[in-house]
């Protein structure tokens, strides 16, 4: 591949080429506290961290030079490992991936499939498609929602499936999610950013105490649906299906859109109006939930409780009692 | 001892060199006794130490884990230290569907011990007891439509998947049914929904017809013929279909048959169909979904997923047969008979008495049965053990 352009590493701090202008200018954790020229890396990391609790998109600091860039990400990262909560950490996840993901999605193929490369993908350029090897194109898809990226309807061979521009931008931004989750060591911190971290956590409190626990009543939940509030509950990332059939589940048993609308709070990328259009859509048109077996394809199913449909399993526990 | 017992501990002392499993000392192995006995969270260092272990111990089912653990042994799943896990792929012909497998089928009453032949009825008709035993049995028609199953997975596995030979690990179960175990480094690390997403996959159950014939405005674009997986399977297959219809041998639903050169070209140039009508779009779709079906590999969904399951030790007996859990090449896989070439138990005659009815059946080439209820009857250890395990005969 052709020499790679060194201002790459502003966009994309967290590949090789970030990794090599913190060795070659010896950047420290204290540099990053203290050093008066990387101020502003500290109010965007600081700007970042926020958006990310808030589920907001931060994106006032797309231009900067690349060793500022990089600053503000080892910022963001060390920071939110202090903290060290898985909640802030899926959030930060969230953030950060559809922050790649607006920059990624214009980029040219190749520089896709470097970027691919770096996050552990094999990618080969076809054209304006490229193949993508199948165990990174799993690790990617298996949680994306849509019909479009179930290996069942894909052009896959020998080992590799082909992708399109986009989503193969789509894919990495899955990719870097994954690896944004992967478990880092809780560093020490200095002051200056130590003071980030406590705002990060009040505003992180504000938000935990803003989603309403509205503890649905367990006994009467089949053990697949439960499995799915639990799921919402800890904020997880959850497929299409999951929520669908969570959300169409609740509905039919009674819930209102508000209380729904509400057990979706704690997932990372939760968007009020979103999350509102949707559950109402389920409402209006009054969706059943997938039946067992369905259910049972989409891997929801957790165990055989011994019924056809999720409904009917609260029926049975109704007359039972 | 008990003879059948004596029986596995011979097989196992003398073909103790044929258990293999790779990468032994990170496995969990669990072994139930002849006494019902559950030993789980075993280790064992090496294949010797296994070896031994059946030896000594003549379990009468022997266990291995897909997963790879820093502590095998550790009690509980999130201590084990998951380093990777094998992607398996259970086929059962129980989930087939096919008549074949309810052949010899009988019942029992726990309560009084009466017998019948078929599917058990609601009540025990002598003394009206509600518990009765559901008693399977083994057929060569059976056993043939899980191993037609287990080759077509095969064959998926090595064209979409890019895995072959080496790469992975076939074997019969020793009962009614196949296991696959993709060994491949790069599969070893996925998580849960990956291994569904595979599941699902080889079984077709996400297909999604309309993905595959995909209409956007008035432009139709149709599978093609160098794709690969499903839809690659879908194009040719249809092409062929067009193909042999020129000749009027084959009936298309006339949408298609109208438009037929243009879906030649379609599908094997990738040339999109322009205003398809609804019917066309309709009778394809159709078609592709039916061509799935008689393609897809019914495995069992569930065992995909799961990276803590336990699969039979290669080469050990299974407890409900007394026949091998044998690992196949893939070419081994066409021509093997399991009632044949899976017998692990030695020839000597033991005499059996019979508690419930037993089909007429051919293990080793020989043919036994059909026995009734009550009788005695002296058989090879090889032919007894099926009617002992199979639960429808006891040593006097």
């Known amino acids: ?321 | 001892m008990n003879p059948l017992r004596a029986a596995f501990r011979e097989y196992y002392a003398l073909r103790s060199r044929s258990i293999f499993v790779p990468r032994i000392d990170l496995r969990e192995i669990m072994v139930v006794t002849f006494d019902g006995t559950v030993i789980r969270h075993v280790s064992v260092k090496n294949l010797e130490s296994l070896r031994a272990m059946l030896a000594r111990e003549a379990p009468r089912h022997a266990y291995y884990s897909v997963g790879l653990y820093e502590r095998p042994a550790a009690k509980f799943m999130a201590e084990k230290g998951l380093k990777g896990a094998e992607v398996l792929f259970d086929i059962d012909a129980d989930h087939l569907g096919v008549d074949e497998c309810d052949y010899g089928l009988a019942w029992r009453c726990k309560s009084c011990g009466e017998s019948g032949d078929g599917v058990p009825p609601d009540a025990c008709p002598k003394c009206g007891s509600r518990d009765l035993e559901r008693l399977d049995w083994l057929s060569e028609g059976c056993l043939e439509a899980a191993k037609r199953e287990a080759i077509r997975l095969l064959e998926i596995l090595e064209s979409d998947l890019g895995v072959s030979g080496d790469e992975l690990m076939v074997y019969y179960t020793g009962h009614r049914g196949y296991h696959v175990r993709i060994l491949s480094e790069r599969f070893l690390g996925l998580g849960k929904e990956e291994r569904r997403e595979l599941a699902s996959h080889v079984s077709g159950l996400s297909f999604d017809p309309e993905e595959v014939f995909y209409v956007k405005g008035s432009v139709l674009t149709t599978p093609r013929v160098d794709e690969g997986g499903w839809r690659g399977r879908i194009a040719k297959e249809m092409l062929q279909l067009l193909e042999e219809s020129g000749g009027g041998k084959t009936a298309l639903p006339s949408s298609v048959a109208k438009r037929r050169g243009e879906l030649v070209r379609a599908l094997k140039e990738g040339v999109p169909l322009i205003n398809p009508t609804r019917a066309l779009v309709r009778d394809l779709r159709r078609m592709a979904e039916e061509i799935v079906q008689a393609r897809r590999v019914r495995i069992d969904e569930m065992v995909t997923p799961d990276t803590s399951r336990l699969t039979r030790i290669p080469n050990s007996l299974h407890g409900k047969t007394g026949l091998r859990a044998m690992a196949l090449s893939p070419d081994e896989l066409r021509d093997f008979q399991p009632l044949g070439d899976a017998v692990g138990l030695s020839n000597d005659q033991i005499r059996v008495f019979t508690t419930a009815p037993v089909p007429r059946f051919r293990v080793k080439g020989e043919y036994f049965g059909p026995y009734e209820p009550g009788v005695g009857v002296d058989l090879p250890m090889f032919a007894a053990a099926l009617i002992l395990l199979k639960g429808r005969g006891v040593i006097p």
């Not at chain 1, 950490?89 to 607006?102: D, G, P, Q, W, Y």
């Open chain 1, 1 to 321: 591949m052709e020499e790679l352009d060194p201002a790459l590493a502003s966009r994309y701090p967290f590949t090789s080429l970030g990794e090599r202008l913190i060795e070659s200018e010896g950047l420290t954790e204290e540099d990053l506290a203290y050093d008066p020229l990387l101020e502003q890396s500290r109010r965007h990391a600081r700007g970042r961290l926020l958006s990310a609790v808030s589920g907001g998109l931060y994106l006032d600091d797309l231009y900067l030079p690349p060793l500022d860039a990089v600053a503000t990400y080892l910022i963001v990262r060390l920071v939110s490992s202090w903290i060290g909560d898985p909640f802030l950490n899926r959030l930060v996840a969230e953030h950060e991936s559809k922050r790649f993901h607006r920059l990624a999605r214009d980029e040219p193929i190749h520089i896709l499939a470097w970027l691919g490369g770096e996050l552990g993908a094999a990618i080969r350029p076809d054209g304006e498609r490229a193949w993508i090897d199948i165990s990174s194109y799993l690790r990617a898809a298996a949680g994306l929602g849509g019909p479009k990226w179930r290996l069942a309807n894909r052009d896959v061979r020998s080992g590799q499936v082909l992708v399109g521009r986009r989503e193969l931008a789509r894919l990495l931004q899955e990719l870097l999610r994954a690896h944004l989750l992967e478990p880092t060591p809780c560093p020490s911190l200095s002051p200056p950013l130590r003071a980030i971290g406590t705002e990060v956590i009040r505003r992180l409190e504000e938000r935990k105490a803003s989603i309403q626990s509205s503890g649905p009543s367990r006994q009467t939940l089949p053990p697949c649906i439960e499995k799915l509030v639990e799921k919402a509950e800890r904020g997880e990332n959850m497929s299409h299906q999951e929520r669908f059939t969570l959300a169409a589940y609740l509905l039919k048993v009674g819930w209102s859109v508000d209380r729904v609308v509400d057990l979706f709070r704690s997932a990372p990328d939760f968007k009020e109006r979103v999350a509102r259009y949707q559950v109402s859509h389920i409402a209006k048109r009054g969706y059943n939930p997938p039946n067992c077996e369905t259910l049972r394809s989409w891997g929801i199913c957790v165990e055989d409780c011994g019924v056809k449909s999720p409904l009917s399993y609260g029926r049975r526990g109704r007359r039972r009692r």
